[in-house]
């Protein structure tokens, strides 16, 4: 009984310990090479949004009807500190008035940090909280950079991801965040 006791221990371990790597595997089989575990065409992840500046919270689905570009930044993010001065002035004051929605999500700083860096970068559009990085979560692999940023349509679907900050893609984020504004 103790040798049936003991082979039924030892496979019920096994089980578990394959079963953990079999999950891990899957997992890191989800995200592509920039880290993203979402993909062009999905829906978009929802989330309540916890702005910094103390407006009203609300879901990402709440936004259904604008196109909405979520930016995934942090104060310690030297690449997000050269593309914010874009995001604001080539596409925040060019069509913030057009229904475009721009999200500044900063990654796991205190609402202290996010107000002092959204002064330091004379940024505008608003920045959101996440303190525990449950919302990058949903669209990047959690050990993935943070320059990144995702583009939905009017209709809550992703349609276009950008990561770190390459002149070329950035530019054509831009046109294509026309042509959903002009639909």
């Given amino acids: 009984m103790k040798l049936i006791l ?22 890191e089989s989800n995200v592509d090479q920039k880290g993203f ?13 916890n702005y910094a500046d103390g407006r009203k919270s609300e879901k990402l689905s709440d936004l259904k009807g604008k196109v909405v570009m979520l930016q995934f930044t942090a104060s310690w993010c030297g690449v997000c500190r050269k593309e914010m001065p874009h995001i604001e002035n080539d596409i925040w004051k ?3 008035d057009k229904g475009l ?6 990654l796991k700083e205190t609402i202290d940090k996010a107000q002092n860096f959204s002064k330091i970068m004379k940024i505008t559009y608003p920045l959101a909280l996440d303190e525990e990085g449950e919302i990058f979560s949903l669209y990047a692999h ?21 990561r770190l900050f390459e002149e070329n893609e950035f530019k054509e984020m831009i046109k294509k965040i026309e042509i959903l504004l002009n639909n």
């Fill in 142 to 162: 959690p050990n993935a950079g943070v320059t990144r940023n995702v583009l939905i349509d009017k209709n809550g679907k992703i349609v276009f991801l950008t």
């Fill in 6 to 27: 003991k082979k039924l221990s030892i496979l019920t371990i096994t089980f578990i310990l394959l079963n953990s790597i079999l999950k891990a595997q899957t997992s």
């Fill in 37 to 49: 575990v979402i993909r062009i065409g999905d829906n978009a992840e929802d989330f309540y949004i």
């Fill in 94 to 96: 060019k069509y913030k």
């Fill in 101 to 106: 929605i721009i999200i500044g999500i900063d």
